[in-house]
């Protein structure tokens, strides 16, 4: 059924009866009203519906569709509704079914018939297009800003961190050391892509399909100029069935969601891990940690692992909006309105994550001596020794592979680490070895030999913090 619910003429729908009911003449099975009604949700979208009402009734006006007297009275009974909303007296009733129809019978209500001239060349089609492209376009630059505090946290932690040592890993075995800080900007790599796919989304979704009608157009002479540009859009949209029938802006802002979720839950999962007694690498304060009901000296990172759960949230509900779109004929097909559960529950989960995700960060305090302690256990300077050999000895790396790996084998028969091997121990795997092997086997030599670009020496880390702090100013 397509929306017929616009009327030239100003009558307005008798009482009881919905506003799309002049060819109905019996009413909605109760059932059928509650599988139909979405103001429940949709009321999430008043403030875009009222502003893009506010920009058609003033191009209405301007194309001489609309008198003035007419759209000053429907620019004031919106700024009304506006005022209701805002001190929580709008009644929302779902009687009216949606945001939409809410709003048009409460400005019947206030401005009487004029009201009704509100809906010419506009459709609920069009309508609910546009204020779902708002709303997820809003929800993208929201995002964004909240990337950027958890980036700036990130920079931060890590600029105070910046030669503490750690163990690397790979597999969660001790690999090589590297920096906390290093690791830190890891992440801001991460959501620094983030942000870029939120931004990227929003270049994309920034056309405006208002003025599309129903579907096919309208035959008033509109300037979609016009309102394309009051709301802030870069242009109007240029297909008007593409316009009212696709939500690949929401998919596409959810999918950056997930992704940005994932993130999330692999640094949350490292907090987790990072705050076991095992590791016993970052403390978090009372702030951002529970107590247990029944073991008293248990803090548990509560916030983190919810943080890391959240993560499925977001991704069920790209899988949620795809499932709905996939398959619908052209073009506006009931099934849409579910668009928009999936879509603000995904960017209240993401919301929540990132803000819990920058306090925690920010409270994070590192325990720089288990952390440097760990740095150098399980032979994580086994490459730098390989690599000297190559250095200082000529061998291809392939053999100072397999004398390395002899060396770490007789360390761990005497139960010592790579540097508390003595010269002749190692003088029996190459007798060419020199005292001075000694000053690459310490976690702080490792780390600061690897001043490769975008390697974790500490000189090399400063100058991403410094790069991205410019970024982020
Ligand atoms: N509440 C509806 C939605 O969210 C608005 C569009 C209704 N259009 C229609 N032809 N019934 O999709």
New binding site residues.
């Given amino acids: ?3 017929d619910s616009s009327d030239a003429s100003g009558r307005t729908a008798p009482a009881g009866q919905a506003m799309w009911g002049g060819r109905f003449s019996g009413k909605p099975a109760e059932l059928m009203q509650a599988i139909n009604v ?1 103001i429940g949700f ?1 009321k999430r979208l008043a403030a875009q519906d009222l502003a893009g009402s506010r920009a058609h009734a003033a191009m209405l006006r301007t194309a001489g569709v609309l008198s003035a007297e007419d759209e000053t009275a429907i620019q004031q009974g919106l700024a009304t509704i506006e005022g209701e909303i805002a001190a929580g007296t709008f009644p929302f009733r779902e009687e009216y ?2 945001i ?1 129809m809410n709003v048009e019978a409460r400005l019947r209500e206030l401005i009487g018939p004029a009201a009704g001239r509100l809906h010419t060349a506009r ?3 069009d ?2 297009a546009l204020d779902f492209r708002m709303w997820v376009r809003d929800a993208c630059d929201r995002t964004v800003a909240q990337l950027r505090a958890l980036q700036k946290a990130l920079v931060a932690k890590a600029e105070a961190h910046a030669d503490a040592v750690m163990p690397g890993f790979t597999h969660l075995q001790p690999a090589q050391p590297v920096t906390f800080g290093h690791h830190l900007m890891a992440y801001v790599e991460m959501f620094g892509r983030d942000a870029a796919r939120f931004a990227d989304a929003r270049t994309r979704m920034n056309e405006c399909p208002l003025g599309a009608a129903a579907l096919a157009g309208s035959p008033f002479p509109i300037d979609r100029e016009m309102t394309a540009q009051a709301l802030g859009f870069d242009r109007p949209t240029a297909n008007s069935l593409d316009s009212v029938a696709d939500r690949d802006f929401a998919l596409e802002a959810l999918a950056a969601g997930g992704i940005c979720a994932i993130h999330l839950s692999r640094l949350a999962e490292e907090i987790v891990i990072w705050m076991t007694p095992q590791f016993g690498f970052v403390k978090l304060s009372d702030a951002f940690t529970t107590g247990s009901s029944i073991m008293p000296q248990k803090k548990n990172p509560d916030a983190a692992e919810l943080v890391r759960a959240k993560a499925g949230r977001l991704l069920a509900s790209f899988q949620q909006l795809a499932v709905v779109m996939k398959g619908l004929p052209l073009t ?1 097909s ?1 099934d ?2 579910e668009d ?1 559960v999936p879509t603000f529950e995904a960017f209240d989960a993401l919301e929540l994550s990132l803000l819990a995700m920058a306090g925690m960060v920010a409270d994070l305090q590192p325990n720089i001596e288990n952390m440097t302690q760990a740095a150098g256990s399980g032979f994580s300077t086994a490459t730098d020794l390989a690599d000297w050999l190559v250095r200082e000895l000529n061998l291809p790396f392939r053999d100072a592979h397999h004398v390395t790996g002899a060396a770490v084998k007789r360390a761990e028969e005497l139960g010592c680490s790579l540097s508390d091997l003595v010269l002749p121990e190692l003088q029996k795997l190459d007798e060419r070895i020199t005292a001075s092997v000694y000053e690459v086997l310490t976690p702080e030599a490792s780390v600061a030999s690897r001043r490769s670009y975008g390697g974790t020496s500490p000189d090399q880390v400063r100058a991403q913090i410094k790069r991205w702090k410019e970024i982020l100013a």
């Fill in positions: 059924m397509t929306d979405s949709d079914e949606d939409h459709s609920r089609n309508q609910v506006y009931k849409m309105q928009k």
